[in-house]
């Protein structure tokens, strides 16, 4: 079993910036890649932004040249910096992270972004 936490969400004017953590605990020697998705009211959940265990990352459109997915290992951590921050950004963002073993997929409970216009 894998938990995750997230923190760093709450609100921001447009154009501001947040940083969001999501720490692993339990069985992380088993976790592969980890990411980030959202979820805005009245809409489907979406990938963010997703990092392999060597680095390798990937993006959504919407928030390329906007938005940077790192990795902690030794800290179990992956961050979500968030910079030009945009209503549409507006969602609960939820961390994963995929077992390496059985394919698992773990997510935290999502934390709340509300980007002001």
């Known amino acids: 079993q894998v938990q995750l936490v997230e923190s760093g969400g709450g609100s921001v004017q447009a154009g501001g910036s947040l940083r969001l953590s999501c720490t692993a605990s339990g069985s992380i020697f088993s976790i592969n890649s980890m990411g980030w998705y959202r979820q805005a009211p009245g809409k489907q959940r979406e990938l963010v932004a997703i990092i392999s265990p060597g680095g390798s990352t990937s993006y959504a459109d919407s928030v390329k040249g906007r938005f940077t997915i790192s990795r902690d290992n030794a800290k179990n951590t992956v961050y979500l910096q968030m910079n030009s921050l945009k209503s549409d950004d507006t969602a609960v963002y939820h961390c994963?992270?995929?077992?390496?073993?059985?394919?698992?997929?773990?997510w935290g409970q999502g934390i709340q972004v509300t980007v002001s216009s």
């Open positions: 994963n992270a995929v077992s390496g073993v059985s394919g698992y997929v773990y």
